[in-house]
């Protein structure tokens, strides 16, 4: 039973170009947590999504920032117009029944703003 | 606003020598208080979640406990495959329908052999 899988493990991009990061979920989970981790910071919580819906976005930033999670396929952070300041650890986590203990993460997407 | 702080931000122990991690929370209501461990490169791996105070839980060598204000991880007699960063969370009962995590910066343990 594969884990929640996230690719790219790295990914490097300029300022200015979009970066997408892919998230597929633990099978049989249905619910998808987005947590961003800074340099010398603790994780931060971004955005809980459903199937087909945005539950929660609390944590994203207004702008540039935007994610889905398709009826088919992998949940998809999109980041628009990446600037330095966006280079982090971005984690997905994923859970069988919603909100509620011990989701499962996967091991990340390294993005670097050059 | 709610606050985790998670002391000591390292600690290094040789083999053998117990301690206690600490994770100081201020949540206007506690939901939950999670510990989770992170390798790293790795995502966090989920270990314990405590619901109120006084309770305590236990896996291997680590045991979690709970007060109303702090959580202590017990590292008992420690190995190097330990040496990793702990992570302490809260979930606040004001989390909303995400009851989304709030992180504490970590307390990185290197354990020596």
């Known amino acids: 039973n594969a884990g929640v899988m996230q690719n790219p493990r790295h990914l490097v991009r300029r300022r200015g170009q979009e970066a997408r990061l892919r998230c597929s979920p633990m099978?049989?989970?249905?619910?998808v947590y987005w947590y961003r981790q800074l340099p010398e910071e603790g994780l931060k919580f971004m955005v809980y999504?459903?199937?087909?819906?945005?539950?929660?976005e609390s944590g994203m930033p207004k702008e540039r920032f935007s994610a889905e999670f398709p009826k088919e396929g992998p949940s998809i952070l999109r980041i628009q117009q990446v600037v330095r300041g966006d280079s982090a650890a971005y984690f997905c986590?994923?859970?069988?029944?919603?909100?509620?203990?011990?989701?499962?993460f996967g091991s990340g997407t390294r993005l670097t703003v050059v | 606003e709610d606050q985790v702080t998670q002391s000591p931000e390292a600690l290094r122990l040789q083999e053998g020598e117990s301690s206690s991690l600490n994770c100081s929370y201020t949540?206007?209501?506690?939901?939950?208080l999670f510990w989770y461990r992170q390798d790293p490169g790795k995502g966090p791996e989920f270990l314990f979640t405590?619901?109120?105070a006084g309770e305590e839980k236990e896996k291997e060598r680590l045991k979690a406990t709970l007060t109303k204000k702090e959580s202590f991880l017990h590292i008992t007699a420690p190995k190097p495959e330990d040496s990793a960063t702990y992570l302490c969370?809260?979930?606040?009962?004001?989390?909303?329908?995400?009851?989304?995590?709030?992180f504490g910066s970590g307390t990185q343990l290197t354990v020596l052999p």
């Open positions: 999504l459903q199937k087909e819906n945005i539950i929660d």
């Open positions: 969370a809260v979930q606040p009962i004001s989390s909303g329908s995400a009851r989304q995590l709030t």
């Open positions: 949540v206007s209501g506690l939901r939950g």
């Open positions: 986590a994923s859970s069988p029944t919603g909100p509620g203990d011990g989701y499962t």
């Open positions: 099978k049989g989970h249905s619910h």
């Open positions: 405590l619901y109120s």
